[in-house]
Structure formats: C-alpha cells, structure tokens
C-alpha cells in the first residue's frame, strides 16, 4: 500500500488556468507538507499543516491555496498559473511536527504550464 | 520495490573532524540523480549535493563530497571540517528520469563542541 499518494502524477496545463494537486496519506499522521522541486532540484518547504491547521507557511504567492479537508489529506490548489509555476511538487507527512518525528514523502506531481 | 538506504539513523561527529554518511540505494534504471539533502529544524529541505549517475567524477561542493560507487549503488557523503551549523538531518535520495523520487529514512548528525 503506497504511505502517501498523489495525483495527478502529471499535470500539464495552459497559463493562466487554475488547478489541483492532491495529496494523501494513509500512516494516521497529524501532519502534512506541500514542498516544490524547481529545475534546479532545490526543494523548497511551501507549507505545513498539523491536524488540519496552517503551521508553516513560507513566502508563496498568495496563488497558492492549501487546503486540509481532514489529517488524512492536503490539497494543493493553485490559481492563475504561470511559467514559473512549472516544477515538481511533493507531498510529504509525520507523525507530529518535530524534527524526530520521520518523514514520509510522495512520489511527485510533474506541473508544466505552458 | 526500489529502495534508497541510509543505515546510520544517528551518528556524532567532533568539530572540525570528518564524518561519513552512508547511503545505499536500489535500482533498475541506469540513468538517475542522487541528492544529499539538509533538513533543520524547520523542515526545509537544503539541497547540500547532487550527482548525475552518468558522471563518473565524484561530485565536490566546498566542505561537502561525495564517494558515488555506481556498481555498488552506493552514495555517501563526506562533510570535512565539520562545524556546528552542519548539526541537521540529513537525506539521501534518488530521482528517476521519470521523477519520480525515493528519500532514505534520514540520518541525524550531531556535531560535538
């Protein structure tokens, strides 16, 4: 059974469109992330949640919307998309939010905005 | 099921000496990356090392190398000098052409004054 799981798996999509990338985990964790790999393979924390609220959220345009229907779950909503939106987005989840606590990752969403 | 190992969960280092993280991987492709990643407290993600499968040259940034035995499926990761901002978890991971990435299970570093 995959930990967590995303979809779509890709995503290829107009500028200027708005779209979802969803993200589940099935480890009974209370917390998830949004993280996004540019061309470079920097991978940048975009958000966090604990038991459904907003705990991390770093500099993201405001296009950005996560949104945690339940612990289970952390979508990724994005508004207006732009070229610079293309990358690789992972979904990541522990049990808690301390640095101890292991962290299970995705297996990626390839957004490319054309 | 392709794997990507990191068999030291924890490991201590004394300033300024060197230390070695292990990690091991599994896989049918012969085309890949391999990353090093940095992980502090904040959960940040801070790309230390990369390495294309197909280079055979060891891949060198500043106080960081990285011993990459593609045969063995092996990529450690030296830190020299060691020093106390390097304290952090610390991911191996590898990247398909598809991707599609696999992360170890982590290993914590300790830098002892």
């Known amino acids: 059974d995959t930990a967590v799981s995303q979809t779509p798996k890709y995503l290829v999509t107009q500028m200027g469109n708005d779209k979802s990338i969803k993200c589940e985990q099935n480890l009974g964790h209370d917390t998830m992330y949004w993280y996004k790999q540019d061309s470079k393979k920097f991978l940048k924390i975009m958000f966090s949640y604990n038991n459904k609220e907003l705990i991390i959220n770093e500099t993201v345009p405001n296009r950005f919307s996560p949104k945690s229907p339940d612990k289970a779950h952390l979508n990724l909503h994005i508004n207006s998309l732009e070229l610079g939106d293309s990358a690789v987005y992972f979904c990541?989840?522990?049990?808690?939010?301390?640095?101890?606590?292991?962290?299970?990752f995705g297996p990626g969403t390839r957004l490319t905005v054309l | 099921a392709q794997t990507v190992t990191q068999s030291q969960p924890e490991m201590s280092v004394q300033e300024a000496e060197t230390v070695t993280l292990s990690c091991t991987y599994d896989t049918s492709e012969s085309d890949y990356y391999l990353f090093w990643y940095k992980q502090p407290p904040s959960r940040q993600m801070i790309l230390v090392i990369r390495?294309?499968?197909?280079?055979?040259q060891n891949a060198t940034e500043n106080r960081f190398s990285v011993n990459f035995q593609k045969a063995a499926k092996s990529f450690s990761l030296k830190i020299s000098d060691s020093q106390l901002g390097d304290a952090a978890m610390y991911f191996c991971?590898?990247?398909?052409?598809?991707?599609?990435?696999?992360f170890g299970k982590g290993t914590r570093l300790h830098i002892l004054p």
């Open positions: 390495q294309e499968a197909y280079k055979q």
């Open positions: 990541a989840s522990s049990q808690g939010t301390s640095i101890d606590n292991e962290q299970f």
């Open positions: 991971a590898r990247m398909n052409r598809d991707d599609k990435i696999i």
